[in-house]
């Protein structure tokens, strides 16, 4: 059996908490504003009216459950799977919108407001890097307290810039409704 690196595993959890902690957030935001939520996949306009609801729900469900999963380590396997996936389809909804001009529809990330843009797509493609990581790198026992530790701090730095570039998004969204008013 291979040694166990702190710095693999470090890697594989910043990895694991971040992904989990934005699925988190945006399951959070969908749980609470359903209603809103459904308007923003009608808005989309990729669905029949009939399945707005239902896809809805759907979306929320496989947040929640690709969190659960995320952090039970017999199970991340398939959790940074389903969150790859979501996020590919979450691009691709993005893209075809950007493709017709439709730019004003929320994001439905949990940010509120941003609308969309190909910054969207960019980040999508960024927050894919993560569950990659989940998936290629090895599930570890936890080697070190000083690991488990550094791991935390690492993840919330990480946390705090994602938030940040979350927010200079919706006060983007803010200045450019602004300046057509």
């Not at 308007?39 to 989309?44: L, M």
């Not at 190909?118 to 290629?136: E, G, Q």
């Not at 070190?144 to 919706?170: D, H, P, R, Y």
Request: aromatic share 8%; hydrophobic share 55%.
């Amino acid at each position: 059996m291979e040694p166990i690196h702190s710095s693999t595993f470090m890697l594989s959890a910043i990895a694991t908490g971040l992904i989990a902690l934005i699925f988190a957030v945006t399951a959070h935001h969908k749980i609470f504003n359903m209603f809103e939520i459904q308007g923003i996949v009608r808005d989309y306009r990729l669905l029949p009216t009939i399945l707005v609801k239902p896809m809805a729900l759907m979306i929320t469900i496989a947040e929640i459950g690709t969190v659960i999963l995320l952090v039970i380590p017999s199970t991340r396997l398939i959790g940074a799977s389903i969150a790859i996936l979501m996020l590919a389809l979450y691009t691709l909804a993005i893209a075809i919108n950007l493709f017709k001009g439709r730019v004003t529809i929320d994001c439905g990330c949990g940010a509120g407001g941003q609308g969309i843009s190909w910054f969207h797509v960019v980040r999508n493609a960024i927050y894919s890097i993560f569950p990659l990581l989940i998936i290629t790198l090895p599930i570890q026992s936890v080697p070190s307290i000083n690991a488990a530790v550094t791991s935390l701090f690492c993840t919330a730095m990480l946390w705090l810039i994602v938030v940040f570039f979350e927010q200079l998004l919706k006060t983007k969204a803010h200045i450019i409704v602004s300046d057509s008013q």
